[in-house]
């Protein structure tokens, strides 16, 4: 089945700075990959998404990008500010006629003011 | 508000003694999901739910039942909890395949 691995586990960075957080992906039929934000004590939270047919997505301070050929995609934070610390998951579909989301593992992003 | 509802939000219970927790959503989602959520492990789908009485396995389903008699509800079953069910649980719903899941406010359970 799929299996999807995220790097790194967790990631400090001073306000200001950039933040780039990677997922790989194993079943070349995704072709979903939703990123969710949780803050501490909330839940998981749909910040960006991208399908298969798209190579690179952006909203505001926040970007994706997929490569299918390699099976990976990224998550992209400019500009980071305190309210972006927060664990991040990646996902991936399962392909076919479900919405199974096979999730990473998430990444503890600090930003330090 | 267009919200996915879980109850409760805190349950401490005893090895075997059966529980339910509920899942109610009022987006007229067709897609339905749970999970849980363990330190390093990040989110495993216990099972899921495409339609009215269309249901599947997710990676986790051991020790877990789940129903979908109505499309608003989703209920999760423990017919007889043990410590390793321990965990957050979280309750999620989409519109359709290929859209992103709308989470509830989770589930922290504990058994003793």
């Known amino acids: 089945g799929e299996n999807v691995e995220q790097h790194p586990s967790t990631l400090s960075v001073q306000e200001g700075d950039s933040a780039v957080i990677k997922c790989t992906y194993s079943?070349?039929?995704?072709?979903?990959f939703p990123w969710y934000k949780q803050e501490l004590g909330k839940r998981p939270q749909l910040i960006i998404d991208?399908?298969?047919?798209?190579g690179e997505k952006k909203d505001q301070r926040i970007a994706v990008t997929l490569n299918k050929t390699a099976k990976h995609f990224s998550l992209h934070i400019t500009e980071t500010q305190p309210e972006d610390s927060a664990v991040y998951f990646c996902?991936?579909?399962?392909?076919?006629?479900?919405?199974?989301?096979?999730f990473g593992t998430g990444t503890l992003l600090a930003v330090q003011p | 508000e267009a919200q996915v509802t879980q109850n409760p939000r805190y349950l401490i219970t005893v090895t075997g003694k059966k529980l339910t927790v509920t899942c109610s959503q009022n987006?007229?989602?067709?897609?339905m999901s749970w999970y849980r959520q363990d330190p390093g492990l990040g989110l495993r789908q216990i099972y899921y739910?495409?339609?009215?009485?269309?249901?599947d396995k997710g990676d986790v389903p051991e020790g877990y039942k789940v129903s979908r008699k109505e499309k608003r509800n989703f209920p999760l079953i423990l017919e007889s909890p043990s410590p390793n069910q321990t965990s957050l649980y979280f309750c999620?719903?989409?519109?359709?395949?290929?859209?992103?899941?709308?989470f509830g406010s989770g589930t922290r359970l504990t058994v003793v």
């Open positions: 991208i399908r298969s047919n798209v």
């Open positions: 079943d070349s039929a995704s072709n979903y």
């Open positions: 999620a719903s989409s519109f359709n395949r290929e859209d992103g899941y709308t």
């Open positions: 996902a991936a579909s399962h392909g076919g006629a479900t919405n199974k989301l096979i």
């Open positions: 987006m007229n989602h067709e897609y």
């Open positions: 739910s495409m339609n009215v009485e269309v249901t």
